[in-house]
């Protein structure tokens, strides 16, 4: 498991940074949904740094359209900066729209 930077921890004025590994997958998975729990718990808006991936699966990807379900829900902010790679990944599996990174 890695070290969570000080990029990642980053909160202020309510709004939250959370960057994505350049390889992201069904290991790291639970990992992700803590930190994603834990910034929405905290914060009103969510940037969701995927600028830097290279590879992402399908598992990942469905974490990430629920975790925005839900913010959308609790009338919070998330924010995607995207990799090509990251959107079309996201465009195959027919996600990007609601990811809103098509």
């Given amino acids: 498991m890695s070290q969570d930077t000080e990029e990642e921890k980053t909160k202020v004025s309510g709004d939250s ?40 699966d399908t598992a990942t990807l469905q974490l990430l359209v629920v975790f925005k379900q839900e913010a959308v829900k609790l009338h919070k902010q998330v924010e995607f900066t995207a990799s090509e790679r990251f959107i079309d990944s996201a465009k195959l599996i027919g996600v990007a729209e609601m990811l809103d990174v098509a």
Avoid: C, F, G, T
């Fill in 17 to 56: 940074l959370v960057k994505l590994e350049p390889e992201i997958s069904i290991q790291k998975v639970k990992d992700l949904h803590e930190r994603l729990m834990a910034s929405l718990e905290q914060n009103e808006n969510i940037e969701i740094d995927a600028a830097e991936v290279k590879l992402i």
